[in-house]
């Protein structure tokens, strides 16, 4: 039972243009929501955070944005940059106990 | 501030050994938790441990498991590895379990 979904296994866009990642969650549960990226051989880095008391949260390029109701939630950067290349994972939590998503491949193009 | 190590990176062990990895967290994190990431099954959770004692586990056979010492750091342990149990290894660590955790590099085991 896969709680925490990211339906497109990869993403390609242009550099300067926008990169929406999504995400679907099962769980109503899950109070917190968190984006990391992810390059070959290094462990996922922290990227931006929403609580469920939010639907919106911006950090420079990149916003998150969650839909309770639908129980879903995107993260936009804009714009895209090459080094944006990396696997995103989606991550829920409704405790200490975080469930990741599969992850989205990006990759932007020059 | 130093960020999460751990040891060793990489490891080839043979099926039905067994094996250790190490964590050491962000000085003054508590909270540390493992993870098993496979290129099919993504990032999944193993257990989490605060001040000592495991909070949550995740569903993994009773072969994998793990303790944390004083000092917050954690190992895990792996008895009568399998072939499917090769994949990354990560710890991540935060101050309390809720809030933002924090990944180390991983370490590779690869099960012959």
């Known amino acids: 039972d896969q709680q925490v979904k990211q339906n497109s296994p990869s993403l390609s866009v242009q550099e300067g243009r926008i990169s929406i990642l999504n995400c679907d969650y099962t769980?109503?549960?899950?109070?917190?929501f968190l984006w990391y990226k992810k390059y070959p051989a290094e462990g996922p880095t922290f990227l931006i955070s929403i609580s469920s008391i939010k639907d919106k949260n911006e950090d420079g390029r990149f916003t998150v944005f969650l839909n309770k109701s639908a129980k879903h939630l995107s993260l936009h950067i804009v714009p895209s940059q090459p080094g944006d290349s990396a696997v995103y994972f989606c991550a829920a939590s409704a405790s200490e106990k975080l469930v990741f998503g599969k992850g989205t491949k990006l990759t932007v193009n020059p | 501030k130093a960020g999460v190590t751990q040891t060793p990176r990489y490891l080839i062990k043979t099926r039905g050994q067994q094996v250790t990895l190490s964590c050491s967290p962000i000085?003054?994190?508590?909270?540390v938790s493992w993870y098993q990431q496979t290129p099919g099954q993504g990032l999944q959770f193993l257990f989490e441990y605060f001040s000592e004692t495991q909070r949550n586990k995740g569903n993994f056979p009773g072969r994998f498991s793990g303790r944390q010492f004083s000092n917050s750091r954690s190992e895990m342990n792996v008895s009568t590895l399998e072939l499917g149990d090769s994949a990354l290894y990560l710890c991540?660590?935060?101050?309390?379990?809720?809030?933002?955790?924090?990944f180390g590099p991983g370490t590779r085991l690869t099960v012959l």
């Open positions: 769980n109503s549960m899950f109070d917190y």
């Open positions: 000085s003054g994190h508590r909270s």
């Open positions: 991540a660590s935060s101050l309390w379990g809720r809030d933002t955790q924090y």
